[in-house]
C-alpha cells in the first residue's frame, strides 16, 4: 500500500508481484487462465484483461511469464548482456524496473492497406516473392473473397486485386474461403485457393482460373461442415489439399494447361486437415518430404513419389495442431495450447518442446536457408527462432531471436518475404493492413 505500480514499458513483460523475474532470454509467456464473468457483463480484451469497473483504477497491462523452457537458450546478444558471462545483468530487472534494451534484430517498415480486413483463419497470408524482381505479392481471406496485393519492396507501389469464390465455370459463390496460398512448382506457379466448395486453381496472378475441383458433399458425416484446407505444393509436379473429413487429395499438374488430375487421394486422418508442409530443405535419407496435420494435432509424415508412401505418424495429445513445417528433416508444429513440439520426421520422436506463446498459435513459417521459424499467435505476438542441429550429439536445438508484439491485434497470418529471413510480414484479424519488418 502506498507504494506506486509499476510502468509497462512497450513489448516488455513484467512478472506479477511476489513472483520472480526470469533470466533475459527466457521469457515464455504462459496459458492464461480464463477469466470469470465480471459485473455489467464485460468483454475480456485479448490478453485476458477484464475490463475495469466503472470508477476503479485502471492497472497497467502485464504479461506473466512462464517457467523457462529447458529447450530455450539465449541469444548471444543476450549473454553478452549477463554481468557474470552466464547470469543476468542487474539493470533494469528488478520490480518496477524498465527492461534492459537489446539490439533488435527487425524494425518496422511501411506497412501494406487491404481492400478489406483479414479472417480469423489458420495461416491467413500467403508471400510470393518474385525472383529476378524488386517486388512481392501477398494475399489474405476476408469472407468469400481474397485481397491480392502486389508490392515493391521499397513500399511505394501497390497494385490490388480482388478474386471471388467460385463454383465451376465462372459463376460468383457466396461460400466462405478458407485458405489461399501460392503453390511454386519448377513449371509453373498457381494460386490455389480452398472454400466450403471446393478447391480453386488460378494463374499466379490471378487473371485465369484455371482449375476447379468441387467437394464431394457424401464423403462427410451428416451435419459436419464441408470444406478443403491445407496447401501444399510437394514432389515437384503434385499440389496437395486437404479437407474437413480428413483426406488428403493430391493434384497432378502439367508443366502447362488446364489438364489437371487427382492422381492419389491420402486416406490416413480421422479429422478435418488443419495444415500441410512440404520439406524446405535437405530431407536426410528416409526422412519424408511432406508432412500433414489435423484438427486433433495428429501428424502424418510422408514419401512423395508416383505413390506417396506414410512413413510415420505422430499421435495427438489432445490439442489441434494449427501449423506445421518441415526443415531438413525436422517437423514444426504449432498448437492451440501456445506451443511448438519438434519432432524427427523419420521416427516421430519428439525432440524439442517450447512454451513460444500465451494463447493459439495461428501461423508458422520457416526460411529454408537459414532454419529461421517464425511464429505468430492470438497472444498479439510473433516471435524468431532458430532452428539447427548439434554437430556433437545431433540433437534438435531452438534458439529464440525475435520478438514483436503487434499492439491489439490477434496475429492470424505470419509469413518470411525471402529465403532468408530477412524480412516477414504479419496480419491480423479484423485488420485491413499488412505490418512488414526488415532486419535492422
Not at 46 to 71: D, V
Amino acid at each position: 500500500p502506498g507504494s506506486p505500480a509499476p510502468r509497462p514499458v512497450p513489448g516488455c513483460p513484467l512478472a506479477p508481484p511476489g513472483r520472480k523475474t526470469p533470466t533475459p532470454g527466457r521469457i515464455l509467456p504462459a496459458p492464461l487462465p480464463r477469466p470469470s464473468p465480471r459485473r455489467g457483463g464485460r468483454r475480456p480484451g485479448l490478453h485476458g484483461n477484464a475490463g475495469p469497473a466503472p470508477g476503479a483504477a485502471r492497472r497497467p497491462l502485464r504479461h506473466h511469464a512462464a517457467t523457462p523452457s529447458p529447450w530455450l537458450q539465449r541469444t548471444p546478444s543476450e549473454r553478452g548482456r549477463s554481468g557474470d558471462g552466464g547470469g543476468p545483468g542487474r539493470a533494469g530487472w528488478g520490480h518496477g524496473g524498465a527492461c534492459p534494451v537489446s539490439r533488435r534484430m527487425y524494425r518496422k517498415e511501411k506497412s501494406i492497406q487491404l481492400k478489406s480486413s483479414s479472417a480469423a483463419l489458420y495461416n491467413n497470408l500467403s508471400v510470393l516473392r518474385l525472383p529476378g524482381r524488386q517486388l512481392a505479392c501477398f494475399s489474405a481471406v476476408h469472407g468469400p473473397s481474397v485481397n491480392v496485393v502486389s508490392a515493391a519492396t521499397d513500399g511505394l507501389g501497390f497494385s490490388h486485386r480482388q478474386l471471388q469464390a467460385k463454383e465451376g465455370g465462372m459463376a460468383v459463390s457466396t461460400s466462405v474461403l478458407t485458405q489461399a496460398a501460392w503453390c511454386v512448382l519448377p513449371s509453373r506457379v498457381l494460386l490455389v485457393l480452398t472454400s466450403q466448395k471446393g478447391i480453386q486453381m488460378y494463374e499466379s496472378d490471378g487473371s485465369i482460373m484455371v482449375y476447379w475441383h468441387a467437394l464431394d458433399v457424401t464423403e462427410h458425416p451428416p451435419g459436419q461442415a464441408v470444406f478443403a484446407r491445407g496447401i501444399a505444393a510437394a514432389g515437384g509436379h503434385f499440389i496437395c489439399v486437404g479437407t474437413s473429413s480428413g483426406l488428403v487429395l493430391v493434384f497432378d499438374i502439367p508443366p502447362k494447361g488446364t489438364n489437371i488430375t487427382v492422381s492419389e487421394i491420402l486416406e490416413q486422418h480421422r479429422d478435418a486437415i488443419t495444415d500441410i508442409a512440404a520439406e524446405q530443405g535437405q530431407a536426410p535419407d528416409g526422412a519424408g518430404d511432406l508432412v500433414t496435420a489435423d484438427d486433433a494435432g495428429a501428424l502424418c509424415v510422408w514419401s512423395t513419389g508416383e505413390e506417396f508412401t506414410l512413413l510415420s505418424k505422430i499421435p495427438a495429445f489432445g490439442c489441434t495442431c494449427s501449423s506445421v513445417k518441415l526443415w531438413n528433416g525436422v517437423v514444426a508444429a504449432g498448437y492451440g495450447n501456445g506451443q511448438i513440439r519438434l519432432y524427427e520426421a523419420a521416427t516421430g520422436l519428439l525432440r524439442a518442446e517450447v512454451n513460444a506463446h500465451a494463447r493459439w498459435i495461428y501461423a508458422l513459417d520457416l526460411a529454408p536457408e537459414t532454419g529461421k521459424l517464425l511464429s505468430g499467435a492470438e497472444d498479439s505476438f510473433v516471435h524468431v527462432w532458430k532452428l539447427s542441429r548439434n554437430p556433437d550429439t545431433d540433437n534438435v536445438e531452438i534458439e529464440h531471436c525475435h520478438g514483436e508484439c503487434v499492439t491489439d491485434t490477434q496475429v492470424c497470418g505470419a509469413r518470411f518475404c525471402d529465403p532468408e529471413g530477412n524480412s516477414f510480414a504479419v496480419t491480423g484479424y479484423d485488420l485491413n493492413e499488412i505490418f512488414r519488418y526488415g532486419r535492422v
